[in-house]
């Protein structure tokens, strides 16, 4: 069982930057892909950013692609997204995901992630 708990989320106002934070349990955290997804109210959960086991391998969605930065530091089991030049339409619930079976490259699909935190909230105002 992996638990992830992410942390960071916060009201900010456009054009500002926030660093979310996923803690995971788990001894084997170096071995997992890990995602960002983010669902807005009334709309469904969409990817945000992956990064493979190692770190070296990124995806970004186009909307965020240039200004966020997800990354992992395997000693702490944690893994980040680092969000600059925030907008209002980057509101949303954010999420981490961890997928557990050892895939060696990044992770794109939702139904691909076994594991997910209970995510945390990021309001940007205009």
């Known amino acids: 069982q992996v638990q992830l708990v992410e942390s960071g989320g916060g009201l900010v106002q456009a054009g500002g930057s926030l660093r979310l934070s996923c803690a995971a349990s788990g001894r084997t955290f170096r071995n997992y892909a890990m995602g960002w997804f983010r669902q807005a109210p009334g709309k469904e959960r969409e990817f945000v950013a992956a990064i493979n086991w190692s770190g070296i391998t990124r995806h970004y969605a186009d909307s965020v692609k240039g200004r966020f930065t997800i990354s992992r530091d395997n000693g702490k089991n944690t893994v980040y997204l680092q969000m600059n030049s925030l907008k209002p339409e980057d509101t949303a619930v954010y999420y981490c995901?961890?997928?557990?079976?050892?895939?060696?490259?990044?992770?794109?699909?939702?139904?691909?992630?076994?594991?997910w935190g209970q995510g945390t909230q990021v309001t940007v105002s205009s």
């Open positions: 995901a961890a997928d557990t079976s050892g895939k060696r490259g990044v992770v794109l699909a939702r139904n691909e992630y076994d594991y």
